[in-house]
């Protein structure tokens, strides 16, 4: 069997307990990182909105922010971005036209937010972290942007984004919006009831993962893969293994080769072998 190379960790409601980085979280990736192993977050969140202690090279090495629209190391300029043009963007918001939907536009450090069309609120189920957390994440005032309207914005010349987060009119018409957005054939679409993420064709977390192992020479047998939610599914085709946290969605559940009460107990015994309060082996 093939030594762990890599571990990398979904955020919202799997290396977060309820927004927050626990002890015991910063203890495992410090372990990782002392026995040479590469740690990477592949987070919905655009690079704003990560927590700046994961920003340090003593616990990450790499960053995949925006559902894989932009891969960075902790330290220096992003190896590469994949954005949505203005032109893109426009076509998005038309045919969101048809389901009433309002956008974030998240682009570097920024979620940009129109005044005369805000995004909806969504109640929440409380079932996971990034549900019960979701107006907050995309919301979070130390980096959002209010503009008059999408017009103005679409109209600047430098006018992109990495990923929109939509809200359509009816909750229920969000997986409906999805298809729709699919089928244009110019966008991937993620999400769930509460909102659609969308990101150029072809990005997604799995999709930067396969790139940035590949740049590093990591074979796919060893990366370990942790998740919650739909978004993170993609991981799942580019790492040896994937766990799910047991507040998972459905769907991550089904596609887990592991479920895991703790994400960093189960890291430490998957990558190193060890107990996480002990460090012996098990």
């Not at 909105?49 to 995949?64: F, Q």
Request: with cysteine.
């Amino acid at each position: 069997m093939i030594p762990v190379q890599m571990a990398v960790f979904d955020l919202d409601g799997t290396l977060l307990e309820h927004g927050a980085l626990t002890r015991e979280a910063v203890h495992m990736l410090r372990a990782l990182r002392q026995r040479g192993l590469l740690t990477v977050i592949a987070t919905g969140r655009h690079r704003g909105t990560v927590p700046l202690r994961l920003k340090s090279a003593r616990l990450i090495d790499y960053l995949i922010c925006s559902n894989g629209a932009v891969v960075t190391p902790t330290k220096g300029a992003p190896l590469w971005e994949k954005t949505l043009s203005g032109a893109e963007l426009k076509a998005l918001m038309e045919l969101g036209k048809g389901f009433d939907c309002r956008y974030a536009v998240s682009i570097g450090k920024w979620t940009y937010l129109s005044k005369q069309e805000p995004l909806r609120r969504r109640r929440t189920d409380g079932g996971s972290d990034t549900k019960k957390y979701f107006w907050r994440y995309y919301m979070y005032p130390l980096h959002s942007r209010i503009l008059p309207s999408w017009t103005d914005y679409l109209a600047r010349p430098d006018a992109r984004a990495e990923k929109v987060v939509c809200t359509p009119g009816d909750p229920e018409a969000e997986l409906a919006f999805r298809s729709a957005v699919a089928a244009d054939g110019r966008f991937t679409a993620t999400g769930s009831n509460q909102a659609a993420e969308i990101t150029a064709k072809g990005i997604s977390k799995g999709s930067a993962l396969a790139s940035l192992a590949q740049r590093l020479k990591v074979p796919k047998e060893a990366v370990t893969a942790f998740g919650n939610d739909d978004n993170d599914l993609s991981l799942k085709a580019y790492a040896g293994r994937f766990v799910a946290a047991k507040n998972s969605s459905p769907a991550a559940l089904a596609a887990a080769d592991q479920v895991a009460d703790s994400i960093p107990a189960t890291a430490l015994q998957l990558c190193l072998g060890t107990d996480k309060k002990e460090g012996k082996p098990w």
